[in-house]
């Protein structure tokens, strides 16, 4: 069965400072993978996916991500961290079908990021 | 700007009251998720509809139960809450197939007292 692991719980950074978030996943065929983020109060906002072609995707607000099929990684970066950035970073891999539900997500934990002054 | 409604965005309600969350797409998807954010971020899936009149439980078992009798609405009702249903509830919807990730709804936080 599908998995991701997000092994950082919460990470602290100083704004203007770089950052990096790291997602492994574990999946037997070609992953088809997404980064969402959750600001406070509400829903998940897509900021990027990955499912051929280039392995650096770019995203909105600043953000990319590299896909790393040796590593079973999708580590999402960012090179200057805004103080708005402060968030909840969620990694997901998109399986098969399931059921007929198609696209079913499996998501990580998640990143808590704050951003210092 | 969000295409997927939820309404409440905050409830709180005493112990013992039936409650329903709405939730609406307006994109036509056929594929409607709910998911239960606990305070410690993790989702878990707790229904999910592939088109009208399906519906299926998820991953996390929940006293809760969803409906689909149209496309654009996938409400989900709690017959008798209590405490433990505390939580956040989150829908999402779908294209389908791998490429289009999920839209999500803000959410509904609801607190039983």
């Known amino acids: 069965a599908q998995s991701v692991t997000q092994p950082d719980i919460h990470i602290t950074v100083s704004e203007g400072a770089s950052l990096e978030l790291r997602c492994n996943y574990s999946?037997?065929?070609?992953?088809?993978l997404f980064w969402y983020v959750q600001s406070p109060g509400q829903g998940l906002q897509l900021l990027l996916k990955y499912f051929s072609g280039d392995t650096l995707v770019q995203g909105i607000k600043g953000f990319e991500a590299e896909f790393k099929r040796s590593q079973s990684s999708f580590n999402l970066r960012k090179p200057s961290v805004h103080w708005s950035d402060a968030a909840e970073y969620f990694c997901?891999?998109?399986?098969?079908?399931?059921?007929?539900?198609?696209?079913?997500?499996?998501f990580g934990g998640g990143t808590r990021l704050m951003v210092k002054p | 700007e969000a295409d997927i409604y939820q309404t409440p965005r905050y409830l709180v309600i005493g112990t013992g009251k039936k409650i329903t969350l709405e939730c609406s797409q307006t994109m036509g998807h056929d594929k409607m998720y709910w998911y239960q954010q606990d305070p410690g971020m993790e989702l878990h899936l707790i229904h999910y509809?592939?088109?009208?009149?399906?519906?299926e439980k998820g991953d996390l078992s929940s006293e809760s139960t969803v409906s689909r009798i149209r496309t654009e609405h996938f409400p989900l009702t709690l017959e008798s809450a209590r405490p433990s249903h505390t939580s956040q509830y989150l829908c999402?919807?779908?294209?389908?197939?791998?490429?289009?990730?999920?839209?999500f709804g803000s959410g509904t936080r609801l607190t039983v007292v």
């Open positions: 999402a919807s779908s294209r389908g197939g791998k490429y289009y990730g999920y839209t």
């Open positions: 509809s592939y088109g009208v009149n399906s519906t």
């Open positions: 997901a891999v998109g399986v098969g079908w399931r059921n007929n539900a198609g696209n079913m997500l499996t």
């Open positions: 999946y037997g065929a070609t992953p088809y």
